[in-house]
């Protein structure tokens, strides 16, 4: 520590005398903490600290309020807000939704159907018509020096729009060119109107974020108008660009991406030569670039968050061998390639001294119970509990059938708790959990309440993981001692998907189904093939199999659904099928009774089962050889997979029915279609989220999907893993993010990461 004598001038600059710098082995640019105290400034080195301070003044001032810029008072600011932009940096990563070309006027004369233009034209005619069908329209003629087109309004306000649009006025208007027989059209044009004798010339000099340009518009809200939006972004590109740091280092970044600050620039101002395709697809560099700061800091979070837990001490389980090989002996079969691959991916982590976080993902009927029993049996052998949580009780209680029927021939005890259970049955059963006589513990999210405390719990297994979110896997974890936890989804997630919302897990994909089974047959059939599907499901009964019928479920108005369910059952019995035996399952059944039915169907004691969704995850009845989804088009894409899963399960033949009105949305058509097309997975779940966008798929952002202001994981999946890569690169060579530059990342991460910071403490 050296003593110097500083001066502070008049600016609040501190001057060093001579010599300091060299005794301080500091240079200009350098860093000084200085401790301060009533006589004495005490001066050290502080070098690593310069990163964070220039992060911190950057940052500081992209966090200014928006209400604090120039031109934007209280109610513009409210505006804002409903928009989700408080901040420079909100305003800044708010994306324009589509660009248009605006360089330069169009004579109409040139304009042709399909094309986006702008151009001038003064108002020749105006009113409202009456088309033959009867329909009143506004209509309004314009024209420039080459030529004239129309203007239509549906639903327009006439009295206004005659007070407005009058014969001689001039504007510049723009929109979708469309051709009818020889008269072409623009419907409901934007507009900006001339002031009666202006110069067109210097009007448009006088306005560069309107016109003459690549234009950008903006997700609006009520009373907020695109020349605002664009005023706004012009001004905060003036003033605060310059604060923009590029913190991703040129070695990280691709090459060809622009950086953050004129990726930004570029997005909001395109440059006059930008191609316009690129843009309205979002496929630019500089769109591509902010997607990949996007991804980037999204997959280092959750690569951090994933080596955390793999540092943490865990269990290091033993393969002794004992029970798996006993229950290898007692299967009927053998296990598949895929299901040794993936058994000895698992024992690799259960051995390991860390705990397991690994995800299995596989198809309908692949088998993933048996894997997890068998994992389950490692844990067993030696001497730790196993949780094993199912989403609805009919699930966890075939799971219990299934895994008891093995165990019972071990002797291993297998305990069930469901949520209905009362009395003595459940305290005796918890007391078994909790002196650890309980072996294999199967339940609904019963298993992870309070009053369940286990002796021992060392391996947790979720099925259906997407049922579930990150907070009840953070639950049943703390329900041990860092257990290791297998997660079983039997959505295929696509892998992009899947590396965004479970990147912190590792992936196993189960990418075979046994031998033997048959592709099942799907055909769609109109409601007027009704009386051919039933004589259908009377030759199926007639073979000795099974059938199921299936109703939907719209969302929580279970009334009428379950109406339609039960007086379909009953019209069934009745008038169709008299000689049949019909079973009816439906969500507002007790456990209990669906208990009953659920078994009576299995033991083929009932050829029917009129359903609703209740069956649809799990179920497997393998005599059961046709199913009949009664609308079809009510149902989602997964929910249609996972339900034509049930038929399919044995080697007989099966078929699915999907019965339809015939009347159906175009994405309810894309969706039979697709499912008619294709029993592959993987592919109807990438159909599934291109036709639903990723917000909606599989209720992803309740299972912790992050909303990206700029990237989209359907079309930018090829930078989702460039990032993804990047970002356990540095994890492999910086762990501490001690390299230049990597420390003001790691700053950049945490506050990215700081409002999700549940996700990030939850492992
Ligand atoms: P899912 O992956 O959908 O949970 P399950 O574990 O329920 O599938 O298995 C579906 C059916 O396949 C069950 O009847 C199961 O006994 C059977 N099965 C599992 N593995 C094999 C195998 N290797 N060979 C033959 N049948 C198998
Ligand atoms: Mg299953």
Redesign the pocket.
Known sequence: MTLLRVVIDKDARISLPEGALKSLDVRPGDFLELNISENRIVATKAAPVADNIQSAIARKNLQTGIQFIKGIGPKLSALLEKRDIRTVEDALFLMPLRYEDRRELVPISRLSAGQTAVFYAKVISADLVTTKGGRRVFEALVRDDSGTIAFKWFNANATWMKRTWKVGREGIFSGEVNQFGYQREVHHPDVDWLQEGADLKSVLAADPANFGRIVPFYPLTEGLHQKTMRRIMRELLGGFLGNVESILPDSILPAGFPPLKIALSQVHAPAQDAALAELNEGRTPAHRALAFDEFFYWELGLALKKRNVALEDGIAFQVTHRYTKELAKLLP????AA?RRVLSEIKSDMMAPHPMNRLIQ?D???????VALMASLIAVENGHQVAIMAPTEILAEQHWHTIHNWCSRMEIEVVLITAGMKGKAKKEALDRVSRGTAQIVIGTHAVIQEKVEFARLGLGVIDEQHRFGVLQRGILKKKGINPDILVMT?TPIPRTLAMTLFGDLSLSVIDEL?PGRTKVETGIYLESRRSQVYDMIRAEIAGKRQVYIIYPLVEETEKSDLKAASQMAEHLEKVIFPTFRIGLLHGRMSPDEKEAVMTLFKLNKLDILVSTTVIEV?I?V?NATLMVIEHAERFGLSQLHQLRGRVG?GNAASRCILLTTGRLSEDAEKRLKVIESTSDGFRIAEADLEIRGPGDFLGTRQAGMPDFRVANILRDGKILEQARQAALDVLENDPEFSAPGHALMKNELLRRWERRLELATIG
């Open positions: 079969f053998e296990l598949t299901q596989g309908v009927g692949c088998g993933k119970t048996l039997a046994p799990g497997d393998p399960r």
